[in-house]
């Protein structure tokens, strides 16, 4: 796959959104959204 394709879809904020709340899940912090 492209890199930039991937980069541009990473830094798109629901996708970010989305990795951050998996990794808080992942990880068993208690990551609460404002």
Known sequence: MDANLIVSNILNPPILFFFLGMTA??????????
């Open 25 to 34: 899940v992942f990880v068993k912090s208690d990551l609460e959204i404002p």
